[in-house]
């Protein structure tokens, strides 16, 4: 009786938490860094408030910022397009409606003192290999290159072993570890995974279906927001830090600096529509993911995601009904 | 199957045969995401499906465990028979050994990668640190409650400690130390499972993998899986204490 009372109860709080819509919450997937400056930024110009949104920043360091879209927990949340393409096979009905990262900012960090200059080299040299279990990234590149003689161990979000052993390589986020394994003295060497051709969309604002067709026109006004916060960032993000940072104790002000000037080139789109994404993109990803064997079957790449222009219209239709056509 | 055992198993049984009929009713009629809560019967899948890669990540896990145990049994055993030894040294250490009781194993366990390197070592800490208090606390409960006049007896004939503690106090202390073995053994589980998280191997990593792929039904069939270990053991400290207590004392006399 106990699964079953504690499965209504389960049920039952899911449903009562979904929260009236005066205020959008969304849901960050880590502390206050420059993966979130446009937001922040968005904030500091009053984005929000001048298109008549009220937005409430939630989540943090290990929120399941997907499973609270999915509730209807949280309006938004940001995850990776492959989360995206995940949930949405285990029947969640979550959509990318903005995509911070055009280049996925994950990668290899290993120590330059190895010579090693390309991603198929470091993972047949011998050594130990840190990352987190389980993500569609690494199962890539095993595919792809294969793991020889290195020992795959878990990562768990310190440098300190990668310090400790020469011979080792742990997974990284651009703008965070190397920075900080340089500052802490080592010489780090950093492979982007999206060289290897995996390469998806990353720091992706999400939203659900149902309030993507209800509410298509507010969801819209939130990625404009989200834009001009965006580009003000770019231009300069001194500001929207110096407004992070008392947030995020662990990053100084020097680390914000570096991670907001590492980040650039991952974001910046060369026609200047940052955060759109595109079919072929989404179809591709989709794909890996089907031929890893992690998702049962690529649904067409229209319902992965939905790009402002799209919804500008207001009300635009999009998704399951499949009256989104061209 | 007699009587008895029917007697014994079939409660349980019914208890999950309902329990888990309701839970796949509840959740097909509230349709609620298999991503927040997946059906038993997806679960079950997961748990057939995928029981090649969950039997051996048990053995892994359930190797650790019992290594863990036997090192949380033997040191706990040990310190508490070196608290018993005097009312002073009890003061002036048992206030630490509660630190083993409240250890944040999630937060340690990072360190214990560092001091034991990653693999199987690190797991075997993580569940002996946790699992070492209650053997600790009950076989200490258990040796300063010999019954006095027993002891007086042991005095008046002369016994050397040795002898005391061998002939008396242990024996003595048996049952709890038992009882604080049945604890520790879930305890143990916990901890194994939680210094697999950043060790890596067994149960803990299919747990992390499901989780980050997603995968709610498998994260959910190696918690099953992880039960029947905890079960398993529960069981076989449970027939030990019937085996070393039956002959003797009340708790595992025939009923």
């Known amino acids: ?326 | 199957m007699n009587r008895a055992a029917l007697a014994r198993i079939a409660p349980p049984l019914l208890t999950f045969v309902v329990g888990t009929a309701l839970a796949e009713v509840v959740i097909r009629i509230l349709d609620v995401s298999p991503l927040l809560l997946p059906r038993p019967s997806a679960v079950w899948t997961a748990a057939t499906s995928e029981a090649g890669v969950l039997l051996a990540s048990l053995a892994a896990t359930g190797g650790a465990v019992l290594l863990g145990l036997l090192l949380s049994s033997t040191i706990g055993v040990a310190a508490a028979v070196a608290l018993a030894a005097s009312p002073w040294v009890q003061r002036a250490f048992y206030p630490y050994a509660i630190f083993f009781q409240i250890v944040p194993i999630v937060a340690i366990a990072p360190l214990l990668v560092i001091w034991f390197g990653y693999g199987p070592r690190a797991v075997v800490a993580a569940a002996a640190v946790v699992s070492v208090f209650p053997v600790i606390a009950n076989t200490l409960a258990g040796l300063l409650s010999v019954d006095p006049n027993l002891a007086d007896l042991f005095r008046l004939h002369g016994a050397t400690r040795v002898a005391t503690l061998w002939k008396l106090r242990l024996p003595w202390a048996l049952p709890q130390l038992l009882t604080g073995l049945r604890i520790a053994a879930g305890l143990a589980v916990i901890g194994a499972i939680v210094g697999e998280f950043v060790g890596g191997g067994g149960l803990g990593i299919v747990v992390l993998a499901a989780m980050r792929q997603q995968r709610t039904d498998l994260v959910f069939a190696a918690i099953g899986y992880a039960s029947l270990l905890g079960l398993a053991l529960f069981g076989a400290v449970g027939l030990a204490s019937r085996l070393a207590l039956r002959h003797w004392h009340a708790s595992e006399a025939k009923r």
């Open chain 1, 1 to 326: 009786m106990r699964r079953a009372w504690l499965a209504a109860l389960a049920a039952f709080a899911l449903f009562a938490c979904e929260r009236d819509d005066a205020t959008l919450e969304l849901a960050l997937n880590w502390k206050p860094e420059p993966e979130f400056g446009g937001i922040f930024e968005a904030e500091r110009l009053g984005a929000f408030e001048k298109r008549g949104l009220s937005v409430e920043r939630t989540g943090g360091p290990g929120a399941p910022v997907v499973q609270m879209v999915t509730a209807k927990q949280v309006t938004f949340g940001i995850a990776s397009a492959d989360e995206v393409v995940l949930a949405r096979d285990r029947g969640s009905d979550v959509v990318a409606v903005f995509a911070t990262y055009q280049t996925c900012p994950q990668g290899l960090m290993t120590h330059v003192a190895r010579g090693i200059d390309t991603l198929a080299a470091l993972l047949a040299a011998p050594g130990t290999l840190a990352v987190e279990p389980g993500l569609p990234y690494v199962k890539f590149l095993e595919q792809r290159y294969g793991f020889g003689a290195l020992r795959v161990v878990p990562y768990t979000y310190s440098i300190t072993p990668f310090l400790r052993d020469p011979s080792f390589t742990q997974q990284v986020f651009v703008t965070a570890e190397p920075i900080a394994a340089r500052r802490a003295g080592a010489e780090p060497k950093v492979f982007l995974v999206a060289d290897s051709g995996y390469d998806p969309y990353t720091a992706v604002v999400i939203t659900h279906g149902d309030t993507l067709r209800s509410d298509a026109a507010r969801v819209a006004r939130f990625v404009e927001a989200l834009r001009e916060g965006w580009a003000s960032y770019l231009a300069d993000p001194a500001p929207a830090n110096a407004r992070m940072g008392p947030l995020n104790p662990e990053m100084d002000a020097e680390a914000f600096r570096l991670a907001a000037e590492a980040q650039r080139p991952l974001i910046e789109v060369a026609n200047g529509a940052v955060g759109s994404m595109t079919e072929e993109r989404w179809a591709e990803l989709a794909e890996q993911l089907t031929a890893l064997g992690l998702v049962k079957e690529a649904q067409p790449p229209e319902r992965y995601f939905a790009n402002p222009e799209s919804l500008r219209a207001a009300g635009a239709p999009h998704g399951r009904d499949g009256s989104r056509r061209r």
